[in-house]
């Protein structure tokens, strides 16, 4: 699968060394779960969502939402999607 995200951090050597941006992610169901090394409990639980969810031909449009607690996984392959302009 691939996702994009919200929010990327860089870490080297345990530390926050900036944001990422245009990024996604890929990986497997077993790879990726078995990659998540942390979890913060529910006192950093947020709920996101977006009006518009684009999927199916012809288009559907509705609402969609999924809430997470931030999360660390380790060595999960992560892309550049910044589409370069001719």
Known sequence: FQFGGQLFYEIEDGKITGMLEDVAYQSNTQEFWNSCSQICDKRDYRLGGSFF???????QVSAVSHGSS???????????TKRKLG
Not at 53 to 59: E, L, R, T, V, Y
């Open 70 to 80: 931030t999360t660390r996984f380790d060595g999960v392959n992560v892309i550049n």
């Open 53 to 59: 969810d684009g999927k199916g031909q012809p288009m």
